[in-house]
């Protein structure tokens, strides 16, 4: 069950004055500075066009949520509701979580908000941070960044085939180009009933059940189908002799999964079928998929999802069917980082303004406050240097133009405006407000 990782009550902080700081970011958790960010905010904003482009609009929901949420949307034999949810107690005593996913999250919106009564089909998109309580290791993460895609309301199967669409021209959108589909179909309550009943039997064998870790048969108990969470390698070969799902998908079932698979054939998305890819979470419902790489490692998937067909009953809504995906940003963009994509870079600055002398610094708020006004991103130096210092920092920016502003300039009523790719240089009014834009472009733009 969830772990109590602290009570949200605000106490007076004690200031230690001149004490060195010892204070680290916690485990698992990252700081992006801007280099980074900027890959990250280029990132978003491929997946949002793309997300736009086929007709999913996006929906904030709070970080922080009802544990009861998760224990029931997520499922209680997860791994993330038995040992990975951060979870705490707010003052009036209500237990809270940070949310370790989005989709329990998005469920309740739609209840919330009385979607299904506006339209039959919602088509939405999220992303921001998730948290689990995770061993920390390369590609996982205590907080990490999730894009995600949920279609509410649509049973067909052509609604799954958009989904895996979606995710794969994302994917392919962001640079991801060695990525595998891997499909499988856990098929309905009733296929699963059968085969339940059927795994059971042969994970209670003596000589399974003696040789399957602790937590497989924790699992034995729970969900005997979570077995195939199991990453541990004595398991996983027990477990390629234990009957798969798709021997007992019902007619329906087959029905649905061979169109799909017909639809990801006709788009051309290539799959390999694989009957143990359960996922970790208790929603599904018939189709499941998972897109991995081989540029990352253990931790090779970079985005999951499938159908939930019984999920927005589970928190008491109407029958109402559902399929959906997500996707880890900090793994994509590794894996780009480790294909051979040219890496963006942050763009050029346009103008570095020089102030040489009192006279100067006293006009460059103006000056900048116009070239931004104009559209142009300025920037200057704010530590008195000399003009040398100052070129020096105007190329660590990568600016493509340097106005210099000196007393002689202003004397003079020009500014010198030089070009830092070697261009040259020319003069223009030192009067900001006879100035246009065609003044700064054009020049190694
Ligand atoms: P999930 O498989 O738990 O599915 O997570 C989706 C993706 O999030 C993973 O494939 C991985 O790329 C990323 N991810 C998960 N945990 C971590 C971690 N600790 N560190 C870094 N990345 C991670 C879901 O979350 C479902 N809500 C997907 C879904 C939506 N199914 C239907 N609709």
Redesign the pocket.
């Known amino acids: 069950m969830p772990v109590a990782v602290g009570r949200l009550w605000c106490m007076a902080p004690t200031i230690m004055m001149n004490s060195p700081l010892d204070i680290h970011r916690l485990q698992?958790t990252a700081d992006l500075l801007p280099a980074e960010s900027f890959r990250w905010t280029q990132a978003e904003q491929v997946i949002r066009g793309t997300m736009l482009r086929f007709g999913f609009g996006e929906i904030r929901f709070p970080v922080l949520e009802p544990t009861e949420l998760f224990a029931r949307g997520?499922g209680a034999s997860t791994d993330?509701v038995q040992k990975?949810m951060y979870t705490l107690t707010d003052r009036g005593g209500r237990s809270l979580t940070l949310r370790?996913?989005?989709?329990?999250s998005?469920v309740r919106a739609y209840l919330e908000e009385n979607l299904g009564s506006q339209r039959p089909v919602w088509k939405l998109f999220y992303l921001g941070p998730?948290f689990?309580a995770?061993r920390?290791q390369k590609?996982?993460?205590?907080q990490?960044?999730?894009f995600?895609?949920?279609m509410i309301g649509a049973a067909s199967p052509e609604s799954d085939v958009e989904?895996i669409a979606l995710g794969h021209t994302i994917l392919r959108d962001l640079g991801m180009n060695a990525v595998r589909l891997h499909l499988n179909s856990i098929g309905s309550p009733d296929a699963r009933r059968a085969h339940n009943e059927k795994l059971l039997a042969f994970l209670e064998q003596p000589d399974v059940f003696q040789k399957i870790d602790e937590d497989c048969r924790r699992r034995v108990q729970t969900n005997p189908l979570r077995v195939f969470d199991c990453k541990n390698e004595e398991c996983v070969r027990i477990l390629r002799h234990a009957p798969t799902i798709d021997q007992f998908l019902t007619a329906e079932d087959q029905e649905h999964f061979a169109r799909v698979r017909h639809g990801l054939e006709t788009l051309g998305i290539a799959y390999d079928l694989d009957p143990r890819m359960v996922?970790?979470?208790d929603?599904?419902t018939r189709t499941t998929f998972?897109?991995k790489t081989n540029l990352l490692g253990a931790?090779d998937?970079?985005?999951?999802?499938?159908?939930?067909d019984l999920l927005v009953e589970t928190f008491g809504g109407p029958a109402t069917p559902?399929?959906?995906?997500?996707?880890?940003?900090?793994?994509?963009l590794a894996a780009v980082g480790e294909s051979d994509v040219a890496p963006v870079a942050l763009p050029r600055l346009d103008v570095f303004v020089c102030g040489l002398g009192d006279n100067a610094r006293g006009l460059t708020a103006a000056i900048l406050s116009r070239l931004r006004g104009l559209g142009l991103s300025a920037d200057t130096d704010f530590l008195g240097r000399g003009l040398k210092a100052q070129m020096k920092e105007a190329n660590r920016l990568a600016a493509r133009l340097a106005l210099i502003v000196g007393d002689d300039e202003i004397a003079r009523g020009r500014f010198a405006l030089r070009q830092m790719d070697g261009g040259g240089q020319s003069e223009i009014p030192a009067d900001p407000s006879q100035w246009d834009k065609g003044l700064f472009v054009g020049v190694n733009a």
Do not use: K
């Not at 995906?325 to 900090?330: C, D, K, T, V």
């Open positions: 698992g997520t993330i990975e370790p996913e989005g989709t329990p998005v998730m689990r995770e920390p590609g996982r993460y205590r990490f960044h999730q995600g895609a949920e989904l996922r970790g979470l929603y599904y998972e897109f931790q998937t970079v985005c999951g999802g499938g159908r939930y559902a399929v959906g995906f997500a996707s880890g940003i900090e793994r994509i």
